[in-house]
């Protein structure tokens, strides 16, 4: 009670001091702005910058339950739970805890393999989790467990699964190292592979690792030796030839769209080409001093017309010329610092940023 009646005083002799000098208009006009009512100038300045400024993180690592430090990929389910793929198991992040799926020997209904390499959340709200050499499995909220498809006619073509997405049916589209696979929502399993009489319309290559339907429900699909586009599930897929020195196609290893409807393609050797419409523009990644960073492009959308390109550094580059296992690309980035060498996925309010190094959570 004493503390509250000091300041009570403070406060109304400040008042009455600011009232003798300046006038009772200035003290209303102040008290407004304190209170948000007017923008002031030091305020509007500081909003100006806000997007410059350096954003708070949360450290989540193994210390806090995290089965390891290398994250493969993150999703969020409708309940707002966290779901974290790594390479020793999946990891569901409540806010306070982390709960930890792994494989287990003679159990069906268990991961299939402990190193997931994909996650997706479908439209009726099922994690669908794509494992390394394991095959697919879908979680099960009832029972906590998992429904497995392994390699086989009624499941997946390859145990490597690197991509999905949906199919607008209530079915799902599967990416893996042995083609692009199609489960319906009656779970109906179909395969696709390339033909070889016709080449410009099926899959440029069995091994698929990456995939997109669009806004408009086109189909992109990234292979080891390109892209290719199918426009509705009765047309034929269209290779899409993206501009080069008239070589190979190049390995396609992330395909993503971003707010505006533009297609981002990343490719290995190659750095980004961006497709809007009928036109293809392209932009490579930086040269590091001891050679080009030609590894695994990444390409998430932290904000609205925003757009991160990283990537890994080949075998040529030289350890010693970075200090972390990235380096950003350059090509229509809105920051170059160390937060564009990781792929950043914002997940609702919540921006995830998986690295090398652990798990990262912005305050917000």
Same mark, same amino acid.
């Given at each position: 009670?004493?503390?509250?009646?000091?300041?009570?005083?403070?406060? +109304?002799?400040?008042?009455?001091?600011?009232?003798?000098?300046?006038?009772?208009?200035?003290?209303?006009?102040?008290?407004?702005?304190?209170?948000?009512?007017?923008?002031?100038?030091?305020?509007?300045?500081?909003?100006?910058?806000?997007?410059?400024?350096?954003?708070?993180?949360?450290?989540?690592?193994?210390?806090?339950?995290?089965?390891?430090?290398?994250?493969?990929?993150?999703?969020?389910?409708?309940?707002?739970?966290?779901?974290?793929?790594?390479?020793?198991?999946?990891?569901?992040?409540?806010?306070?805890?982390?709960?930890?799926?792994?494989?287990?020997?003679?159990?069906?209904?268990?991961?299939?393999?402990?190193?997931?390499?994909?996650?997706?959340?479908?439209?009726?709200?099922?994690?669908?989790?794509?494992?390394?050499?394991?095959?697919?499995?879908?979680?099960?909220?009832?029972?906590?467990?998992?429904?497995?498809?392994?390699?086989?006619?009624?499941?997946?073509?390859?145990?490597?699964?690197?991509?999905?997405?949906?199919?607008?049916?209530?079915?799902?589209? +599967?990416?893996?190292?042995?083609?692009?696979?199609?489960?319906?929502?009656?779970?109906?399993?179909?395969?696709?592979?390339?033909?070889?009489?016709?080449?410009?319309?099926?899959?440029?290559?069995?091994?698929?690792?990456?995939?997109?339907?669009?806004?408009?429900?086109?189909?992109?699909?990234?292979?080891?030796?390109?892209?290719?586009?199918?426009?509705?599930?009765?047309?034929?897929?269209?290779?899409?030839?993206?501009?080069?020195?008239?070589?190979?196609?190049?390995? +396609?290893?992330?395909?993503?769209?971003?707010?505006?409807?533009?297609?981002?393609?990343?490719?290995?050797?190659?750095?980004?080409?961006? +497709?809007?419409?009928?036109?293809?523009?392209?932009?490579?990644?930086?040269?590091?001093?001891?050679?080009?960073?030609?590894?695994?492009?990444s390409i998430r959308l932290p904000k609205p017309r925003r757009v991160r390109c990283g990537?890994?550094?080949?075998?040529?580059?030289?350890?010693?010329?970075?200090?972390?296992?990235?380096?950003?690309?350059?090509?229509?980035?809105?920051?170059?610092?160390?937060?564009?060498?990781?792929?950043?996925?914002?997940?609702?309010?919540?921006?995830?940023?998986?690295?090398?190094?652990?798990?990262?959570?912005?305050?917000?």
């Amino acid at each position: 009670m004493l503390r509250i009646f000091i300041t009570a005083t403070t406060v +109304i002799c400040a008042a009455t001091t600011w009232v003798r000098c300046f006038g009772a208009r200035a003290l209303v006009v102040t008290m407004l702005m304190l209170a948000g009512g007017v923008q002031s100038p030091v305020r509007a300045q500081t909003e100006r910058w806000a997007d410059l400024a350096d954003s708070l993180f949360t450290q989540l690592n193994p210390d806090q339950g995290l089965p390891t430090r290398f994250i493969t990929a993150v999703a969020q389910d409708r309940e707002g739970f966290i779901w974290i793929g790594t390479s020793a198991g999946l990891a569901r992040w409540d806010g306070y805890h982390f709960k930890t799926y792994k494989s287990g020997i003679n159990d069906p209904s268990a991961l299939p393999s402990s190193y997931v390499v994909s996650l997706h959340m479908d439209a009726a709200g099922m994690l669908w989790v794509g494992t390394a050499g394991g095959g697919l499995a879908r979680h099960e909220p009832g029972t906590e467990r998992f429904t497995v498809f392994g390699v086989g006619a009624n499941g997946v073509s390859d145990g490597q699964v690197r991509s999905m997405d949906d199919d607008g049916a209530g079915g799902l589209w +599967i990416a893996t190292d042995g083609g692009l696979d199609h489960v319906d929502a009656q779970g109906a399993w179909t395969h696709a592979h390339p033909d070889a009489g016709a080449e410009t319309t099926s899959l440029p290559d069995n091994h698929v690792n990456s995939l997109i339907r669009d806004r408009k429900g086109r189909l992109w699909v990234g292979t080891r030796h390109g892209v290719a586009r199918r426009d509705s599930p009765t047309s034929d897929f269209v290779v899409v030839p993206l501009p080069g020195d008239g070589g190979p196609q190049p390995e +396609i290893w992330k395909v993503f769209e971003d707010s505006a409807g533009r297609i981002w393609i990343g490719a290995t050797n190659r750095g980004v080409f961006v +497709i809007e419409g009928k036109n293809v523009a392209h932009g490579r990644f930086p040269r590091a001093a001891a050679g080009r960073w030609t590894g695994k492009p990444s390409i998430r959308l932290p904000k609205p017309r925003r757009v991160r390109c990283g990537s890994a550094p080949s075998a040529k580059a030289s350890s010693s010329s970075t200090r972390t296992h990235g380096r950003p690309g350059a090509f229509n980035m809105s920051r170059t610092d160390l937060r564009a060498w990781f792929m950043t996925m914002c997940v609702r309010s919540t921006a995830i940023k998986p690295a090398f190094s652990g798990l990262a959570r912005r305050a917000v």
